[in-house]
């Protein structure tokens, strides 16, 4: 039985990049390209998240995002 570790690892941005650590692989992306909300959230405000108990999830409560990444 799979225990229940959670699929996205760390977040973590570098200049206009988002990049999304899973178990497997990571993402790396152009914050642009997944969200305005983020591309012109400060340093703290990106920085302030949490990672949903499904582990595919992801929650920015300072500016109210949410985003899903479902193939780490």
């Known amino acids: 039985m799979k225990s229940n570790q959670k699929h996205i690892r760390e977040i973590r ?6 990049i999304i650590q899973g ?7 152009a914050i642009a390209d997944i969200s305005q909300k983020l ?7 990106r920085n302030t ?3 949903s108990p499904s582990g595919f999830g ?3 409560p300072l500016i109210d995002e949410d985003l ?3 193939n780490l």
Request: negative net charge; charged residues 30%; hydrophobic residues 40%.
């Open 13 to 18: 941005f570098e200049g206009d990049m988002i």
């Open 23 to 29: 178990e497997e692989k990571s993402i790396k992306t």
């Open 39 to 45: 591309m012109h959230a400060s340093s703290i405000e």
């Open 49 to 51: 998240y949490k990672i």
């Open 58 to 60: 992801v929650h920015w």
């Open 68 to 70: 899903s990444f479902p």
